[in-house]
């Protein structure tokens, strides 16, 4: 294997595009196994780039490394949900029958073992990859038979197919997911109405967004088809890296037509000849099947040069593998990974809908939100408006996981309960659900009577169940280690800041706690939610902060002491001396004055 063979495919695939550099990297991480300097510097110099600016996208996402991870790389989904079915009992078992340590390459070079953080399967929990592609419902059944594959070193591709399948778990339909559509319909009528139609039509709907953020959507296209500029770009935002959220995978597998067509009406309303779908890479599984569909489009005439046979009118789809960044679900963070660059969220204003994709106007939503555009082209506005409430209509896809009998996908209108949500997924003993993922909202038991809405509890459509055996301090420390963990680093509040919180929360687990601590942690949270760049840092204390409100009581019992207790114990430090000396006298001890 010639590494600079590798490299020089690699950037001739993507036309020695700069602006295309994270698909560069995946492809040479997937032929040669890694990315070492060596390819980082035949990178650089094929795509004209400094070498410092490549290895700096090369080293900023997760699932890229300049080290082997041999021919296997299994990674454990490791959200809270997977936790809480077992996850760290499985990965034991897993790592003592292939002989390994985690996080460590095999001896023989062989398998690699780890943990990333969610990975979208929270209703098949708990969850894995196989490099890159998905390992849902794991148990000891099936790890070994995994462990048997990989000692037979017999490739992915060939295991059976029982192990990979992804099954939706639609539990309710309503009418996005329910009702027959025909590929094309949306689009014959948009195309009737115009760009002042097609606008108007979203406008009367009320549609918005449904990443979690809620802006009205007609507003947003107007905007961005008003922006002057060369080109005009459409962005699917697929990166749905939110904790416990997982119904646009089941858009994607299943509906594609509908995001697609979506995407199609936004870019007959804004003028846009091109768009993208950025496709989170932990679903690498569904990138094949989505391009199949891209084709069928093409062939049918709905994609491509001249639309349903209008001369003029072109516009296409590609899709964009991201590699691991929970911040590239934030919409300017997205763009700069679209464009090759980490995944760091730009300053604002300008937003993207007048200096977006290259600085030129693009229209970012929600793979949902494009489902629903799709929708109401079809069916009109009235019909739309209809649904939900006045200030939130249609309906919205709620990711319903953990402690239920019936985890998956629902469909609700707008203004359900969380307590007919719970009932209908079998969760009687919950104590509280967390609602929008880590950045959304704890909501406990008194409070079930609440409504999944824009005006009372938001959500990007995460719905994590904790019954009354889970210990919501547990719940809020997972969480602190994954806003730590997936900190971009930009600015000092959020990268400082989300690891000092977290080594706080680790410091109550380890019965070091104080009340100074918890005073510390709300000047913390005060200073994220004041001083950080983005969203990241202005939620990642909000799991800690509603926790602390909701169930005080599950931090007040691992605090020691009313003033200041160090979280490093030199005492048991110095165990390993007095062991080795043989001393265990009262001078071979630190004691605490008690003064």
Known sequence: MDLAEIVDRAVRRQANDGTRLLAI????????????????????????QPRVRVESTATFYHLLHNTSHGAYEVL????????????????????DELLVHPDKLSHDGLVYVGSTSDIGMGDHAPAALVNGFALPALDKNRLGLIANLIRAQLPVAEWPRALLDVSDNVRKTGPLLGEPFSPGAGVARAQSMGPDGILAQLEAAGLRGRGGAGYKTAAKWASCRRAVGKAHYVICNADEGEPGTFKDRVLLQSYADLVFEGMTIAALAIGAGRGFVYLRGEYLYLLRHLQDVLARRRAAGLLGAGILGRAGLDFDIEIAMGAGAYICGEES???????????????????????????????????????????????????????????????????????????????YPFGVTIRQILAEAGASQAQAVQVGGPSGTCVPWREFDRKIAFEDVPSAGALMVFSRSQDMFEVARNFSHFFAHESCGFCTPCRVGTSLLRDTMDKLAAGKGSAYDMQSMQTLMRILLTMSHCGLGHTAAKPVVETMRAFPEAYEHRLRKLDFEPAFDLDAALGTARHITGRDDEWAHIVEDER
């Open 25 to 48: 990297l995946r492809d040479v991480q997937q032929e040669a196994g890694s990315l070492p300097p060596e390819a980082i510097d035949g990178i650089a110099a094929a795509v004209g």
């Open 76 to 95: 454990f989904s490791d959200n809270i949900v997977d936790r809480m079915g077992g996850k760290e009992e499985l990965m034991r078992y897993f790592c």
């Open 333 to 411: 963070a997205l763009i700069e990974s679209l464009e090759g660059k980490p995944g760091r969220p730009r300053n604002r204003p300008p937003y993207p809908d007048t200096h977006g994709y290259l600085d030129q106007p693009t229209v970012v939503n929600n793979v949902e939100t494009f489902a629903c555009a799709a929708r109401i082209a079809e069916r009109g506005s009235a019909w739309f408006a209809g649904i939900g409430t006045a200030q939130s209509t249609g309906t919205k896809l709620i990711s319903v996981s953990g402690d239920c009998k019936y985890p998956g996908t629902y469909e």
